[in-house]
């Protein structure tokens, strides 16, 4: 049995996402755990106090890479991402201070993973979302001086829409397209090439999830004939380094939802930038999706539920915020977010009182008021557990509006 406390102080206090060579030290860590080891350790370390992100992280590495050695048929994993004013970030370092060289450390991580799985294979797919900074000019200029530049495609959703590409849906303009837009076009573009035992695993530009955590997703795919996994930072063994604020308006955020959305209300964390699609499920599924915009991950779960019930796989993930180098951070996209639940709810379901309730009150939100309500979050909230209490409805639109006072 190994000690905890000795475990937690193998690793940095601290990380930081553009130190790659954190990352090493962790990797090489997690490389000399035993299968026998990760369960308890798992565990030990969701109760401990003193619990790092990098000893997560490290136990999260490791099963990761036994889950993939588990898998004995030959799989195909397609990596995708958009990017959209991203050049900073997939600087070096020394270029900028907001650069963490994603595109190679994220190419570095997933040969970490499958290093010791010959039967995997992998390929990636960068798609610029309209970036008016040339992003995806970057992208490609990155790619061309990587060795793995055979693997790595640069797609230019623009350039999509103006060849009227059938992979880009209804979109008509790259303005209509805020991540979901370039993730759904990507996702379109690997279902076309039917190659077999494929996976489609998208992320987020930056490295808040490790993509050695990959194995995790792709496992119940595989295996339990699951259709979609998502990474979660809320399950019991996760780890989340983010602020209480954030973790709060997100709590806020998955209460709204759940009153509109009752299929999905298990989903603890539907905004995780880290999601596996066995590729065979989603042929003739993204037909006639609503949504193009940050709430595109949303829809993608309801369907799913809808389409095969009990096919979602939640994933306890280790998870660091990159927030300081959002593209997202000025946008606030939450009111329009919300909005977009209750076009769900309209489109997808039957009406249902508390639903209709809550419609309303989403629909009288205003940038005002909702800068009010996330600075006064009721209690019960901030004190709620989304994923030990999926009924919970204790919270009145009345008691929403008293905190607009």
């Known amino acids: 049995m190994i000690n905890i406390e000795e475990f937690i102080n193998r690793f940095p206090a601290q990380t930081d996402l553009k130190d790659s060579e ?8 997690a490389q000399k755990l035993q299968e026998n080891e990760l369960h308890p350790l798992d565990l030990q370390l969701a109760e401990s106090p003193i619990s790092t992100y990098s000893a997560v992280l490290s136990v999260k590495l490791a099963k990761s890479r036994f889950a993939l050695k588990r898998i004995k048929k030959n799989i195909h994993i397609t990596f995708l991402f958009a990017i959209y004013k991203e050049i900073e970030r997939m600087s070096f370092s020394h270029e900028s201070p907001l650069g963490e060289d994603c595109v190679n450390e994220k190419i570095r991580q997933i040969q970490w993973l499958i290093s010791g799985s010959p039967n995997v294979s992998w390929d990636l797919l960068i798609i610029d979302d309209g ?20 693997q790595i495609k640069v797609l230019f959703l623009q350039e999509a829409i103006a060849s009227n590409s059938p ?15 370039a993730i759904l076009y990507g996702l379109r573009y690997t279902t076309a090439l039917k190659r077999k035992n494929n996976i489609a695993l998208y992320t987020d530009a930056d490295l808040s999830s490790h ?73 003739n599924f993204l037909e006639d999706v609503l949504e193009t915009k940050f709430s595109f991950d949303v829809e993608l779960l309801l ?36 909005n977009r639940m209750i076009d769900f709810y309209e489109h997808y379901l039957p009406k249902h009182p508390e639903a209709e309730d809550f419609k309303s009150f989403i629909q009288g939100l205003t ?3 909702w800068d009010r309500l996330i600075h006064n979050i009721p209690e019960a909230i901030k004190a709620w557990d989304p ?4 009924q919970f409805n204790q919270v009145s639109t009345e008691q929403l509006k008293q905190c607009f006072d």
């Open 22 to 29: 954190t990352f090493r030290k962790i990797e090489y860590q």
């Open 131 to 150: 970036c008016p900074e040339g992003s995806g000019n970057k992208a490609q200029e990155i790619a061309n001086k990587s060795p793995f530049r055979d």
């Open 167 to 181: 992979h880009v849906g209804n979109l008509t303009t790259t303005a209509d397209s805020q991540k979901g837009g």
């Open 211 to 283: 993509l050695g955590m990959s194995g995790l997703l792709v496992e119940p795919l595989v295996n339990q004939g699951k259709s979609l996994a998502i990474g979660s930072r809320r399950e019991k063994t996760c780890f989340t380094l983010r602020s209480e604020f954030r973790n709060n308006r997100g709590k806020l955020f998955i209460y709204l939802r759940r009153r509109l959305l009752h299929p999905i209300n298990y989903i603890s964390d539907e905004q995780c930038g880290f999601k596996a699609f066995n590729v065979l499920f989603l042929e």
């Open 303 to 338: 369907r799913t539920e809808l389409k095969k019930p009990n096919s979602i796989a939640q994933v306890p993930i280790a998870w660091m915020d990159s927030d300081e180098a959002s593209t997202t951070k000025d946008l606030e996209p939450y009111i329009p977010m919300l």
């Open 367 to 369: 940038d005002d008021r």
């Open 387 to 390: 994923v030990e209490d999926v």
